[in-house]
């Protein structure tokens, strides 16, 4: 049986093959920029995993898109690639992969100093 860590794994590999058009929401609001800004005090989850009533994985998954790269074609092509990749290396379907797009991102390294 192929464990939770092992598809999380996957999924970020296959995020980071995207060389910054996509990244984890969490990437750069666990820095405290975005949550000091929003006012929120706690880290967002980017990404999670489970299984439905019928033992299909569903995928959730929250990312910013960097300024300049289509919204509509990164979310799509990643869909895709997590889809059938996990489905063709770990033998378990996919019920659904929902990419939530939480913003746009400079791609410039961002950090937050508090004074």
Do not use: P, W
């Not at 996509?22 to 800004?37: M, V």
């Not at 929120?40 to 790269?69: A, P």
Request: charged share 35%; with cysteine.
């Amino acid at each position: 049986m192929i464990t939770k860590s092992v598809i999380l794994k996957m999924i970020a590999e296959i995020i980071e093959r995207y060389d910054g058009k996509a990244i984890f929401a969490s990437d750069i609001e666990k820095k405290g920029f975005l949550n000091s800004f929003l006012g929120k005090k706690h880290e967002v989850n980017s990404l999670d995993i489970y299984f439905d009533k019928d033992e299909k994985l569903i995928v959730e998954l929250k990312i910013l898109i960097r300024f300049g790269t289509s919204i509509r074609n990164t979310s799509e092509q990643l869909l895709r690639e997590i889809k059938d990749e996990i489905e063709s290396k770990c033998g378990i379907e996919i019920s659904n992969v929902d990419i939530a797009v939480r913003g746009m991102y400079s791609g410039r390294k961002m950090s937050y100093t508090k004074h």
